[in-house]
C-alpha cells in the first residue's frame, strides 16, 4: 500500500511539474524567463536558458529537474 501511495506521489509531482512547464511557456512569450509557482507546499522553480526546466524537491526532499527544449 505505501508503494501506491508514494508513486502516485511522484505522479503528482510530475504533473505539477510539466504543467508549470506549460505556464512558463506562455510567460516566456511576454518576456519573462524564470519564475515560481507552489503546488501543495512544493515550490516548482523554472528558467528559461538553452532550454526551459523546472526544478523542485519531491516529497522525499531529493531535487528533480525536468527540462524541454
Known amino acids: 500500500m505505501i508503494g501506491v501511495q508514494q508513486s502516485l506521489q511522484v505522479k503528482k509531482e510530475r504533473v505539477s511539474a510539466y504543467e508549470t512547464l506549460h505556464e512558463a511557456a506562455r510567460e516566456i ?39 524541454i527544449e
Open 29 to 67: 512569450s511576454t518576456g519573462v524567463i524564470q519564475g515560481q509557482r507552489i503546488v501543495n507546499g512544493i515550490v516548482y522553480s523554472w528558467q528559461m536558458t538553452d532550454q526551459l526546466c523546472v526544478d523542485y524537491a519531491d516529497y522525499k526532499g531529493e531535487r528533480e529537474q525536468l527540462c
